[in-house]
């Protein structure tokens, strides 16, 4: 499910990919809700993780093992079992089937690529998040903020090593921030590349002042759209437009000259690879702030499909007593 990325290795041949309902990694989706049973380590299943509870799921044949319980479909919770003790019982019992995998191989069509953009031409996010993914190594790891960047980062394809963050229990607007702060301070070894909206940003801006003052070596792509662009595919209105900030400005009277900061605006892709080339290679010692500026209507279509899902559950009427 998408909060567990990074827990198995995505170079795995059998790694399929990340389900989560109508949003899931092709053909993933597919596979799981065909199955015969599911199994879950610790799930949580709520209005975000379940896309407004619209899962294709039956409960009768699902076994949710949390820590320290498991429950078996719509009968008996088993307590006082710790989740490591059941998974390694389980396994000495499991028989092998590879008929799931099978039938996900009849069924893959690989990906393709988005339209290269002409010369100039504004930047697209998809174009973005390309880049990014060649960016990835080893020595990296990938912190996403809430909002597209869920979406955009949760198709990314990990190499061995790499690390990656992501929230969405609550679902908190600039949680990333702080966590690219905490991250990197306790990863020294990695480079941290986080991807924010401008929303987002606005919250917990602050945080880069102590990212120079421990003087980390994060690349922030900020991305700025003009406005709360998931709130707005949820439920729109004039609250989720923002005041656009000038934000390489912002990072730079936090900078004061103090530490190593280098910061950017791009508009086309020719101005991203160029500022790529420069955080990873001229300024790979420094705290590298790209503000990406992109329309306001550029989004995922995984969001636009989770949005209208949400909004239908957040907007249901109450359930009567």
């Known amino acids: 499910m998408p909060s567990a990325k990074g827990l198995v290795p995505e170079q795995h041949p059998h790694f399929i990919g990340t389900y989560w309902g109508a949003v899931s990694t092709a053909f993933c989706a597919e596979i799981v809700e065909s199955a015969d049973a599911y199994l879950f380590a610790g799930p949580i299943f709520n209005d975000y993780s379940s896309v407004g509870y619209s899962l294709l799921l039956k409960k009768e044949k699902a076994i949710i093992v949390q820590p320290d319980r498991v429950v078996i479909a719509n ?34 069509v690989p990906e393709g690529h988005p339209l290269k953009c002409e ?24 912190i996403a903020e809430t909002g597209d960047s869920w979406f955009n980062c949760q198709k990314l394809k990990l190499p ?7 929230q969405m229990q609550y679902g908190s607007i600039g949680w990333s921030v702080g966590a690219t702060l905490g991250y ?22 602050q945080d880069v002042s102590t990212m120079l003052r421990c003087e980390q070596k994060t690349i922030i792509f900020l991305i ?6 998931i709130e707005v595919e949820i439920h729109d209105g ?14 730079d009277a936090i900078h004061n000259g103090e530490g190593k900061c280098w910061t950017t605006k791009v508009r086309c892709e020719e101005e991203l690879i160029e500022a790529i080339e420069t955080a990873t290679g001229a300024k790979k010692d420094c705290l590298c702030f790209i503000e990406v500026i992109v329309h306001k209507d550029d989004t995922s279509k995984e969001l636009l499909e989770w949005g209208s899902r949400v909004s239908a559950a957040n907007s249901r009427p109450p359930n009567p007593q």
Request: proline fraction near 4%; charge should be positive; glycine fraction near 10%.
């Open 119 to 142: 010369p100039k031409e504004a930047l697209r996010v998809n174009i973005l998040f390309e880049h990014i993914q060649k960016m990835l190594s080893g020595d990296t790891a990938v």
């Open 224 to 229: 700025n759209n003009g406005g709360y662009t």
């Open 160 to 166: 061995e090593g790499c690390g990656y963050e992501f």
């Open 238 to 251: 004039p609250y989720n437009v923002i005041k656009n900030w000038n934000y390489t400005g912002l990072v």
């Open 184 to 205: 990197a301070q306790a990863a020294p070894d990695k480079r941290v590349i986080a991807c924010i909206g401008d929303g987002s940003f606005q919250v917990t801006a």
């Open 75 to 108: 009968g008996p919770a088993f307590g006082c079992i710790l989740m490591k003790d059941f998974l390694k019982a389980l396994a000495k019992r499991l028989k092998r089937n590879i008929t799931a995998y099978e039938n996900y191989h009849r069924i893959y």
